[in-house]
Protein backbone atom coordinates (compact mmCIF):
# COMPACT_ATOMS: atom_id res chain seq x y z
CA UNK A 1 0.00 0.00 0.00
CA UNK A 2 1.32 3.60 -0.91
CA UNK A 3 1.92 5.77 1.71
CA UNK A 4 -0.26 9.13 0.99
CA UNK A 5 1.53 12.51 2.54
CA UNK A 6 -1.42 14.56 1.87
CA UNK A 7 -2.64 15.54 5.18
CA UNK A 8 1.21 16.13 6.76
CA UNK A 9 2.33 18.82 4.00
CA UNK A 10 -1.26 20.79 4.48
CA UNK A 11 -0.73 21.07 8.38
CA UNK A 12 3.07 21.69 7.30
CA UNK A 13 1.41 24.31 5.34
CA UNK A 14 -1.44 25.48 7.14
CA UNK A 15 1.01 26.35 10.24
CA UNK A 16 3.24 28.15 7.99
CA UNK A 17 0.66 29.88 6.51
CA UNK A 18 -0.44 30.47 10.25
CA UNK A 19 2.75 31.61 11.18
CA UNK A 20 2.80 34.33 8.11
CA UNK A 21 -0.93 36.24 9.27
CA UNK A 22 -0.45 39.46 8.93
CA UNK A 23 2.37 39.46 6.11
CA UNK A 24 1.35 41.53 2.59
CA UNK A 25 0.81 40.16 -1.02
CA UNK A 26 1.72 36.81 -1.33
CA UNK A 27 3.79 36.22 1.36
CA UNK A 28 0.57 34.98 3.32
CA UNK A 29 -0.70 33.55 0.13
CA UNK A 30 1.40 31.42 -1.51
CA UNK A 31 3.47 28.04 0.50
CA UNK A 32 6.61 28.82 -1.69
CA UNK A 33 6.89 32.56 -1.20
CA UNK A 34 5.56 32.35 2.56
CA UNK A 35 8.24 29.57 3.48
CA UNK A 36 11.03 32.37 2.21
CA UNK A 37 9.66 35.04 3.93
CA UNK A 38 9.18 32.95 7.11
CA UNK A 39 12.80 31.87 7.57
CA UNK A 40 14.04 35.40 6.35
CA UNK A 41 12.27 37.14 9.12
CA UNK A 42 14.02 34.69 11.37
CA UNK A 43 17.25 35.98 10.47
CA UNK A 44 15.89 39.37 10.92
CA UNK A 45 14.72 38.73 14.03
CA UNK A 46 17.50 36.94 15.47
CA UNK A 47 19.85 39.62 14.04
CA UNK A 48 17.13 42.27 15.55
CA UNK A 49 18.12 40.46 19.19
CA UNK A 50 21.90 41.16 18.92
CA UNK A 51 20.94 44.64 17.67
CA UNK A 52 19.08 45.37 20.66
CA UNK A 53 21.51 44.90 23.14
CA UNK A 54 24.06 47.19 20.69
CA UNK A 55 21.32 49.89 20.96
CA UNK A 56 21.14 49.83 24.69
CA UNK A 57 24.37 49.54 25.76
CA UNK A 58 24.79 52.79 23.25
CA UNK A 59 21.72 54.51 25.49
CA UNK A 60 23.25 53.92 28.12
CA UNK A 61 26.09 54.97 27.60
CA UNK A 62 24.94 58.17 26.37
CA UNK A 63 23.26 58.85 29.71
CA UNK A 64 25.92 58.33 31.39
CA UNK A 65 28.33 60.46 30.07
CA UNK A 66 25.63 63.04 29.78
CA UNK A 67 24.93 63.11 33.60
CA UNK A 68 29.17 62.64 34.23
CA UNK A 69 29.48 65.79 32.02
CA UNK A 70 27.58 67.85 34.84
CA UNK A 71 29.21 66.81 37.49
CA UNK A 72 32.89 68.06 35.55
CA UNK A 73 34.02 64.19 34.80
CA UNK A 74 34.29 62.93 31.46
CA UNK A 75 32.97 59.52 30.96
CA UNK A 76 36.17 57.87 30.35
CA UNK A 77 37.83 58.98 33.33
CA UNK A 78 34.32 58.35 35.29
CA UNK A 79 34.46 54.37 34.34
CA UNK A 80 38.20 54.28 34.91
CA UNK A 81 37.68 56.33 38.68
CA UNK A 82 34.68 53.29 39.22
CA UNK A 83 36.83 50.73 38.51
CA UNK A 84 40.11 52.70 40.90
CA UNK A 85 37.28 52.55 43.81
CA UNK A 86 36.09 48.95 43.06
CA UNK A 87 32.62 49.83 42.33
CA UNK A 88 30.77 47.24 40.26
CA UNK A 89 27.66 48.38 38.65
CA UNK A 90 27.49 47.76 35.51
CA UNK A 91 26.56 51.01 32.86
CA UNK A 92 22.28 49.53 32.73
CA UNK A 93 22.51 49.83 36.50
CA UNK A 94 24.07 53.13 36.60
CA UNK A 95 22.10 55.03 33.69
CA UNK A 96 18.69 53.35 35.65
CA UNK A 97 20.28 55.20 38.74
CA UNK A 98 20.02 58.67 36.22
CA UNK A 99 16.73 58.56 35.70
CA UNK A 100 15.02 56.68 39.05
CA UNK A 101 17.33 57.98 41.62
CA UNK A 102 19.58 60.91 40.61
CA UNK A 103 21.33 61.71 44.05
CA UNK A 104 22.73 58.02 44.27
CA UNK A 105 24.19 58.50 40.97
CA UNK A 106 25.43 62.09 42.22
CA UNK A 107 26.60 60.06 45.43
CA UNK A 108 28.61 57.97 43.61
CA UNK A 109 30.21 60.42 41.54
CA UNK A 110 31.25 62.15 44.23
CA UNK A 111 32.85 58.73 45.65
CA UNK A 112 34.62 58.25 42.10
CA UNK A 113 36.20 62.10 42.63
CA UNK A 114 37.70 61.16 45.74
CA UNK A 115 39.68 58.46 44.27
CA UNK A 116 41.81 60.72 42.43
Known amino acids: MRVKRGVT ?3 KHKKL ?11 RRLVRTAKQ ?7 YAYAGRKL ?3 DFRR ?9 VKQNGLSYS ?4 RLKAANITV ?3 ILADLIVENPEAFAAIVDRTKIVN
Open 17 to 27: LVANKGYRMTK
Open 52 to 54: KKR
Open 37 to 43: AYLHAGE
Open 59 to 67: LWITRISES
Open 90 to 92: DRK
Open 77 to 80: MFIN
Open 9 to 11: THA
